[in-house]
């Protein structure tokens, strides 16, 4: 029954079918794009770090967005290339995510992205715990490589960040906003945290030599 519902909602959702007539991999596209014309965080040579990226959706966005910038794409699962960005399968939890990711992107990096999410395990404490673990990975990535004024986004669930990762935006970054996309289903409990403006005084960590 599950799937049936499933394959009927893919059936008819308007963004299923303009995700396909637009060449996009998912209708996650419309999910990114929404929030760029809204909040203006990516341009024409933005460096972007897209976390939990597969099947590809929003890399695709930000190669579109981003045509002399770099889009370094990160999954624990294979991921198809797409041309024009760098794909790297990897666990954010690793202990050598950061030395990997530095052997790509450098020191610096003017969005960092995240759209990971656990499998959902049907108890709404739960999923949001195991969301919430990524989405702080995803910030301790982000404090290695962003460069001051940066952007952070990433899909949390209903309720938004926990109080101590949101002061922990609010600290770093100059303004935290939530958002939900018309993109995202109405039966679903996702949104996004949106921090902009990464403060200078916050520079990015360095390894100790």
């Given amino acids: ?44 040579r933005k460096r972007v770090l897209d976390l939990g990226a597969a099947p590809g959706a929003w890399t695709q966005v930000n190669l579109a967005r981003c045509p002399e910038g770099m889009v370094v794409a990160v999954d624990i699962n294979e991921m198809e290339p797409i041309p024009g960005a760098v794909v790297l399968k990897l666990d954010v939890f690793a202990e050598d995510a950061v030395e990997k990711l530095r052997a790509e992107i450098g020191d610096v990096l003017d969005v960092v992205e995240s759209d990971m999410a656990a499998p959902a395990t049907g108890h709404p404490q ?13 910030l301790d990535l982000a ?16 309720g938004g960040a926990e109080r101590e990762l949101l002061n922990r935006l609010k600290r770093d970054f100059k303004e935290v906003k939530h958002f939900k996309p018309k993109a995202s289903r109405s039966g679903s409990a996702e949104m996004y945290v949106v921090a902009m403006g990464y403060r200078a005084a916050a520079a990015p960590i360095k390894e100790q030599v």
């Fill in 1 to 44: 029954m599950s799937s049936t519902r499933w394959l009927e909602r893919q059936l008819n959702d308007p963004y299923v079918a303009a995700a396909q007539a637009s060449g996009y991999r998912s209708r996650a596209a419309f999910k990114l794009e929404e929030m760029d014309d809204k909040f203006r965080f990516l341009g024409r």
């Fill in 126 to 138: 739960t999923d949001h715990l195991r969301i919430m673990g990524l989405c702080e990975a995803a």
């Fill in 143 to 158: 404090g290695h490589f962003m460069t001051p004024g940066g952007t952070f986004v990433a899909k949390v669930l209903q």
